[in-house]
């Protein structure tokens, strides 16, 4: 008998509202954890989020939501609204966001059990909580179970750039696979760096395997002296919502796949297959409206 990976998702969920151009509006699930967690639970892994959410209309759409995806609520408290993230849409179909949402969990799941722990996104460096993501992290790690973590960062809503370079190193030191966007590299670079010298820091940092998305671009991934750079497919974009998320939780999804979650390297060709797998999941988001990740059946895994 096969036995189903699980998995455990830690951050915010949330409510996306996406205005276009021609002035009207859909409300979506999403935020980054969330995303991840409906990735992985539609590719066959059994997954549970703890986030928060709320008693009210946009807390129903995320329960039902979740629940069609197949993904295991945990609520951490404390009672209140559910957040959003209002994203504005260009012509071009690239958001930019404004959020009205909080972050204090008041106690996380213990990590023990779970294959694999992920943790991201606002969820993992806005105070209050952070500290908390913090600690579950440390513990998962002292566990012995991996950690999947992807910093999607959002200026607006970030600490400063010292706290958060180091809230983000800490996180990655001990973390397994951690995954960052150009425009993350970018928040992180100082004058004397750039994306790649951000990418190779991390990578030097403990993580088995770092990668870097960088949007319509070929995507990187590192492990030890293993370097791979995997074309993204061309494809009519909708709009870019959910890509990002969707592209770590197949990387993590793929990983419990073939039992590879507690290797320590890769090699270029084990990369090349995970990396051929998360672009070809993230081509199908970006290709309809909103963070909407594909199910098994609709890609062919690597």
């Known amino acids: 008998m096969n036995v189903i990976p699980r998995a455990l998702v830690v951050g915010e969920a949330l409510v996306d509202v996406t205005r276009k151009p021609d002035g009207t509006v859909a409300e979506h699930p999403g935020g980054s954890p969330l995303n991840v ?5 539609r590719q066959g892994i059994d997954t549970t989020l ?15 939501h979740l629940d069609a995806s197949g993904v295991t609520l945990v609520n951490v408290g404390p009672p209140a609204p559910t957040a959003s993230a209002t994203a504005a849409l260009d012509a071009r179909g690239a958001a930019t966001y404004e959020f009205d949402l909080r972050w204090d969990p008041e106690q996380l799941p213990d990590p023990s059990g779970f294959d694999l722990v992920h943790v991201g996104s606002i969820g993992a460096w806005m105070a209050p909580g952070a500290d908390t993501v913090a600690e579950f992290v440390r513990r998962a790690h002292a566990q012995g179970v ?17 706290v958060l370079r180091r809230q983000v190193f ?14 993350d590299a970018e928040v992180l670079a100082d004058e004397d760096s750039d994306v790649f010298s951000v990418l190779r820091e991390l990578a030097g940092s403990g993580p ?8 319509g671009e070929s995507a990187l991934l590192t492990s030890t002296d293993q370097h791979v750079e995997v074309r993204v497919p061309q494809v009519k974009v909708a709009d870019t919502i959910g890509a990002g998320d969707t592209w770590m939780g197949t990387l993590l999804a793929e990983l419990l796949r ?18 051929q797998a998360a672009v070809s999941a993230a081509a199908i988001t970006v290709s309809r409206p909103g963070a909407d990740p594909p199910w098994h059946g609709e890609f062919l895994p690597h």
């Open 258 to 275: 073939h039992d590879w979650v507690n290797r320590s390297s890769f090699s270029a060709d084990d990369l090349r297959r995970l990396g």
């Open 37 to 41: 967690a409906v990735t992985m639970a």
């Open 50 to 64: 703890a986030t928060q959410v709320g008693d009210d209309r946009f807390g129903d759409l995320i329960r039902a």
């Open 208 to 215: 088995a395997i770092t990668a870097l998305t960088r949007g």
């Open 146 to 162: 991996p950690v999947g973590f992807d910093p999607n960062i959002r200026p607006a809503l970030a600490p400063s750039a010292d």
């Open 170 to 183: 800490d996180l990655a030191s001990v973390s397994r696979f951690v995954k960052l966007s150009d425009e």
